[in-house]
């Protein structure tokens, strides 16, 4: 069997189960906190969220004050499709949230700080706004949860090797 490629929906359903499944979302959904707002989260990617909401505070700060501080525009998870198509989104899954939707509407440029999107990419990270349609508030996991227990420890910062790994480049 080909391995299924990171993001797609064959792949969500191997790595972090069937969202239509009964009991999925009590068994399967977690609250973090995430730059002052709930988001809900698979288990199994909420380190690597927690690790997106750090690259935003250190990377950005000003960035992440203002998210926190401003209109409740913010998303996670829902048991949706993607818009405008019959496909399960991973939103479904809870491995997708949506940050500062308001400056960041679909279709256009938006205004992320560079610097959080690269790292981001760098480690795993799936980011909207390089999509044919441009989703900019839009932040996905392509790790796999076994891979997120690897790299990070259970409050999102890199274990020592992975630190090591990211410094050296
Ligand atoms: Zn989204």
Redesign the pocket.
């Known amino acids: 069997m080909p391995e299924s490629v990171p993001g797609t929906p064959d792949w969500a359903l191997e790595h972090y189960g069937n969202a239509h499944k009964q009991g999925f979302l009590r068994r399967k959904i977690v609250e973090i906190e995430f730059l002052g707002r709930s988001m809900f989260v698979h288990r199994g990617a909420r380190r690597h969220f927690l690790r997106l909401e750090r690259l935003f505070e250190a990377r950005a700060p000003d960035y992440a004050a203002a998210v926190a501080a401003g209109e409740l525009d913010d998303?996670s998870y829902e048991n949706r499709n993607v818009r405008g198509s019959g496909r399960k989104?991973?939103?479904a899954f809870g491995i997708?949230?949506?940050i500062n939707a308001l400056a960041n509407p679909l279709g256009t440029a938006g205004d992320m700080p560079e610097e959080v999107v690269r790292q981001w990419e760098a480690e795993g990270g799936e980011w909207?706004g390089d999509w044919d349609r441009p989703?900019p508030?839009?932040f996905?996991t392509h790790l796999t949860p076994a891979q997120i227990r690897h790299r990070y420890r259970t409050d999102g910062t890199p274990r020592d090797w992975y630190l090591d790994q990211l410094i050296g480049g």
């Open positions: 998303w989104s991973n939103h997708a949230i949506d909207g989703d508030m839009h996905e």
